[in-house]
């Protein structure tokens, strides 16, 4: 029934900013997970309903996660090509369902 389709993505120069945006209906946790070609999909970034943040330890002090108006929201500063990947927006419902969107990409690069 919940459909996530993230906005957003595109190519940004090394040292830019890029903002993610979802919309979902609420969640217990919502958050932003990134895949690069090779590796395995891993969490950025979540927030719970509460407002409770976690932060991959290489994004904490860039990447800023929020949530209102039944959207969540990726603010990504400081961008590098480290951060290159196709980002998922992922809901957590009561239960442990999980619904994902269709992912966007993002690519840091001069």
């Known amino acids: 029934q919940v459909q996530l389709v993230e906005s957003g993505g595109g190519l940004v120069q090394p040292g830019g900013s890029m903002r993610l945006s979802c919309a979902a209906s609420?969640?217990?946790?919502m958050g932003w997970y990134r895949q690069a070609p090779g590796k395995e999909r891993e969490l950025v970034a979540s927030i719970s309903t509460g407002g409770t943040t976690r932060y991959a330890d290489y994004v904490k002090g860039r990447f800023t996660i929020s949530r209102g108006n039944a959207r969540v929201y990726l603010q990504m500063n400081s961008l590098n090509p480290d951060d290159t990947a196709v980002y998922y927006c992922?809901?957590?419902?009561?239960?442990?369902?999980?619904?994902w969107g269709q992912g966007t990409q993002v690519t840091v690069s001069s």
């Open positions: 609420s969640a217990n946790v």
């Open positions: 992922n809901a957590v419902y009561t239960g442990g369902r999980n619904v």
